[in-house]
Structure formats: structure tokens, C-alpha cells
């Protein structure tokens, strides 16, 4: 027997976990696994072909929110080609409303909940022929008709086996990883609040299979625990580990920045930069939406911890808002934006409420005046508090958010607008505005284009001269792009028996630098105004170490 297990992932360089857990469970079974990955971004035809060109007798389909459409759509056509494959669906997507999914859509299997049990007593049924009907977490469909073996309990975190194997698959992309399941916590709009308790893995085993990681000099493992922290001492013990590692592999926790300790600070203190990354689930300042959602925290216990950690400089930090929560309104979430920004974290995330199945916040959707999309991802549209011209207006600062703030491309650009706003939204905002008056959002547009914007926002809406800030932009654009060209609208004028001489002189005096360097000519003082915002105008170099970009030398005199 031959059985498809079956990922479409959103991005190339993410992985499914899920299916590796199914096939390394069941590795000692004597029947054909194989895993297939592909991307919501792929043809539809071209998933089709490779799937059928297997010729498997079962294809099993990971779903979420984010695939679920498309995968229906690609069961629809197996079928419509092979009537006689069957298909098993699992996920977080199809375990809330398992019955009604599969009277509705093609295939004949659904697991409920976690799969590796059900999954396993599956394949051991279906390979003796016996009747799998009564298994536990499965729904069956037979002529039409479904059958359900009952709920299955949780399995021990000792019996997950450790899903990964050859490497060289998963070469250049994401690796997830899971050391816990469950959360602490009840956060109305989670799929984790329909889950009580947390259970861990030992923490032995969790470092051995770090060191497996390691070793296999793994680029990015990001551990898909809900709240990674929520024992402190299981936390405090495996960053220690990993903060004294020999290795550049990067790790990506959530957490609940409130509760850090300041032994576990301590420890964070000494990671390497770049080795440990956090995402901070903040959603909202407001503590009485806060209270709304079930998170009995206040927001400046969150803001205390997060800025401890940025002071730090070592720890890269991705804050989460959501809008649309119940009770919000556009006020109290740019508050929320304006308290976040303050803070400078790397990356400010701007979602957007979704109405889960299984999740409470569906039960009271109508108490809050929600109003959402019946199709997944079942984003909210509006509520009595936030209405749909509202989100729509931060839809497009979110688009701008992440463009120009997350990136980090344009940090000194940034530092130069801000200041002329009363608020940072407001900033956002208006520039959004200045973009979608333009026609940004509605096609594609060149990478200088992303820098030329910033004049035309200068000169339409502030009404400024640009001289000075065309030199922030050519700052910026060469610290991220090649030098040997740069866009028309910038000011490029060098010597060049003075780039000779500079480059002799530099090279002589700065051993850090490397033998691949390229000068530029400004007309304000760059470095003045990247320690304290001001400008000054006046002739300087400025060398950009093409090997190391963090290694740049001001040169003031020649």
C-alpha cells in the first residue's frame, strides 16, 4: 500500500510538521510513505500530475485556514481523475466541524484533533483490511454516510517521535520544531484555549535534537510552542543551552514577554545577536480589551519587558497588534500602534482579527456586533465598534508598515519623517494615503520607485524641499543595494583622483575593512544625523565595506 502524504505550504521556504510526524510514526509499518510539499503560489494542474503520477492508494492533506480552499479544490480534481484514491484530510482546519466538512467535500477520511494515534491505527487497519470505523479521532465516510469512533485524549509527549531525518530536503527553509503542546492560557480568538494544560518534551531530549539541528547547520528553527515560556524552568534551561552554543543557527520562540524573570533576562543577555529571536503576541495596549479576550494582563508589564530586552541590542523582537478586537475601536488601536512603535521593536506585525472554528470568540460574534467572512481565513469585516472603511484604512498602513518599518531597509528615512508627525500612526497613515492616491497598492512598482516615493510624499504633502533628504535616501539605498548604479533622482558626484587617493588613505588606516570597498560622496553630514537626526550640510565620504555590511567609515576631511 502507497500513501501520499500531502503539504501545500504558503511560501517555499516553510515545511509542514505535521506530515512528518505521520510518517516517522508509522516508519516501522510495512507499507510506501512518501511526503509531497508544495505552495498555495504552484498550479493547481501541476499538483494534480504529481500527486496522481504516484499512484498512491491514499492522499492525506495537512489543512489549514490559509490552504483549505485550495486544497478542496485539488482532492475535487484527484478524484474527478482517480475516483478510486481515497483521501484523508487532518488538521486544525477540518477538526472543529469534522462531520460537516467531509459530507461536503470529496474523500472518504477526517482526523480529529492530533494525528499521530489515529493515523497509525489507520494504516494498521486498513493494512489488515479490518474495519476502520471505531477508531478514535476518526470520522469515515461510506455510502454517503458518516461514522465516528469517538474523541481520542491527548498523547504523551514521551510517545512523538522525532520527526525529521534527511536534512537535505529541508535545505535553505524553514524548520519547525515543537518542545510543548498546549497553552496556559484562554485567549478567546486561539485554538489553543479549546486545549487545557500544557505538556512538555524532557529536556534532555530537547537539546539532543537542538544539537541534531545544529549540526546539520540548520539557518532558522522556529518552535511552534504556543507560549514558550510558561515554565520557567524548562525555559530558562534550554536558552541557556542554546545561548552557549558554537553555532549560527538561529532560534525563534513565542513568548509572553510578562513573564520573564530576571534570571531568565539574565541568560538572554549573553546570547549571541542574531541566535534567538522572540514574537511577542501584545494584540492590544488597551487592559480592557485585554480583559475582552481573556488575557489578564496589563499591556505595561509586557512594555516593561520588552523594552529590557531591546536595550540589550542581542535580541531580535516581533510584536504582534490584532485589529477588529471585540470592543476596539480606531482610536484605542492607534493608541495601541503609537505605544508598540515607541518601543522600536525589529518588527511590528499588524493582523487582523479571524474568527476560528472551535474558537469562542465565534460563540460571541453577534454580542460584539462581529461581522466576518464565511471563507476562510474568516477575517472579521467589521464590528459595532471598528467599521469596514476603518480596517480598510489599516489594511493600507499595515501594507506600509511592513514595506518600509519592517524591512528595516529604511530606518534612516523613517528617522527622518517621524519628527514632523504629531503621532507615528499619523505618519503611517498619511504616507498610506499619499500611496494609495497614487496607485502604489494597485501594481507593482520598482525598487527605486519604494525610494523615490519618499520625495514626492516630501514635496506634495509636506511641502518640502528635498535636497537634504535625497542624501538620507542615498544612504539607505546603499546600504542595501548595489552600489555601482543608483536612481536618477539621487545626486552622485565624485572625483575620481580623490576616490583613489580616499580609498588608499582608508584602506591604510582601517584594517577592519575589507579589500572590496566602495566610497560615496554626500553633501550632508550622514553620521551627524544618524547619532542625533540633525542636518548639517557638508561635504563627507562614506565608505560601505561591499563583504561586511555592518562595517561603514565616515570620512569628514580629504
Not at 268 to 282: A, C, D, H, T
Not at 354 to 375: D, F, I
Not at 477 to 505: G, S, T
Request: hydrophobic content about 35%; overall charge neutral; proline content about 3%.
Amino acid at each position: 500500500m502507497k500513501v501520499v502524504l500531502a503539504a501545500v505550504n504558503s511560501k517555499f521556504i516553510h515545511s509542514n510538521l505535521a506530515v512528518r510526524y505521520l510518517k516517522y510514526y508509522t516508519k516501522d509499518l510495512e507499507y510506501d510513505s512518501i511526503i509531497k510539499e508544495y505552495t498555495i503560489n504552484d498550479r493547481k494542474e501541476n499538483i494534480l500530475e504529481s500527486l496522481v503520477c504516484e499512484k498512491a492508494d491514499i492522499i492525506c492533506f495537512s489543512c489549514y485556514i490559509w490552504n483549505i480552499e485550495y486544497v478542496k479544490a485539488i482532492a475535487t480534481l484527484v478524484k474527478l481523475v482517480n475516483p478510486s484514491i481515497k483521501i484523508l484530510y487532518g488538521g486544525p482546519e477540518v477538526t472543529y466541524d469534522s462531520k460537516d466538512f467531509l459530507t461536503n467535500t470529496p474523500g472518504e477520511y477526517v482526523i480529529e484533533g492530533e494525528g499521530e494515534q489515529t493515523y497509525r491505527e489507520f494504516i494498521e487497519k486498513i493494512l489488515k483490511r479490518e474495519d476502520v470505523k471505531n477508531i478514535k479521532g476518526l470520522y469515515v465516510k461510506d455510502k454517503e454516510k458518516i461514522y465516528y469512533g469517538g474523541p481520542r485524549e491527548n498523547m504523551s509527549m514521551e510517545d512523538i517521535v522525532f520527526p525529521y531525518r534527511d536534512m537535505t530536503e529541508l535545505e535553505n527553509k524553514i524548520v519547525y520544531y515543537e518542545a510543548s503542546r498546549g497553552c496556559p492560557f484562554n485567549c478567546k480568538y486561539c485554538l489553543s484555549s479549546t486545549l487545557h494544560g500544557v505538556r512538555f518534551q524532557k529536556i534532555e531530549r530537547v537539546k539532543d535534537e537542538i544539537k541534531f539541528f545544529v549540526d546539520k547547520k540548520v539557518k532558522l528553527i522556529k518552535f511552534v510552542d504556543r507560549t514558550f515560556n510558561c515554565d520557567h524552568k524548562f525555559a530558562k534551561e534550554i536558552w541557556s543551552y542554546i545561548v552557549n552554543l558554537d553555532t549560527n543557527t538561529t532560534f525563534h520562540f513565542e513568548i509572553s514577554a510578562d513573564l520573564l524573570r530576571e534570571d531568565e533576562i539574565e541568560i538572554l543577555s549573553k546570547s549571541p545577536k542574531g541566535r534567538i529571536q522572540f514574537e511577542v503576541g501584545v494584540q492590544t495596549t488597551n487592559n480592557k480589551i485585554l480583559n475582552n479576550i481573556n488575557r489578564y494582563v496589563n499591556f505595561e508589564s509586557i512594555k516593561e519587558k520588552v523594552e529590557e530586552l531591546e536595550k540589550m541590542k542581542n535580541i531580535k523582537q516581533h510584536l504582534d497588534l490584532i485589529a477588529g478586537l471585540p470592543g476596539e475601536n480606531l482610536e484605542s488601536f492607534k493608541n495601541s500602534f503609537n505605544d508598540v512603535h515607541s518601543i522600536y521593536p525589529e518588527e511590528i506585525q499588524l493582523g487582523f482579527l479571524k474568527l476560528l472554528k472551535g474558537s469562542s470568540m465565534r460563540y460571541e460574534a453577534e454580542k460584539w456586533g462581529m461581522v466576518y467572512s464565511p471563507y476562510p481565513p474568516y477575517e472579521i469585516l467589521k464590528t459595532k465598534d471598528i467599521s469596514y472603511d476603518e480596517l480598510l484604512i489599516l489594511k493600507k498602513v499595515e501594507a506600509v508598515v511592513d514595506k518600509y518599518y519592517n524591512s528595516g531597509k529604511f530606518n534612516n528615512i523613517l528617522k527622518y519623517f517621524i519628527p514632523k508627525f504629531k503621532t507615528y500612526f499619523n505618519f503611517y497613515n498619511s504616507l498610506a494615503k499619499f500611496c494609495d492616491e497614487k496607485g502604489y497598492f494597485a501594481r507593482n512598482i520598482s525598487s527605486s520607485d519604494y525610494y523615490k516615493i519618499f520625495v514626492d510624499f516630501n514635496e506634495e504633502v509636506i511641502n518640502e524641499d528635498s535636497e537634504s533628504l535625497k542624501e538620507i535616501i542615498k544612504f539607505d539605498y546603499l546600504e542595501y543595494n548595489k552600489k555601482r548604479w543608483i536612481p536618477n533622482f539621487l545626486n552622485r558626484e565624485m572625483d575620481k583622483k580623490v576616490k583613489k587617493n580616499l580609498k588608499n588613505q582608508v584602506l591604510k588606516d582601517n584594517h577592519d575593512l575589507s579589500d572590496n570597498i566602495h566610497i560615496e560622496k554626500f553633501f550632508v553630514d550622514i553620521q551627524q544625523f544618524l547619532d542625533t537626526g540633525k542636518i548639517i550640510k557638508k561635504d563627507m565620504y562614506v565608505i560601505f565595506d561591499e563583504k561586511r555590511r555592518n562595517n561603514i567609515v565616515f570620512v569628514k576631511k580629504c
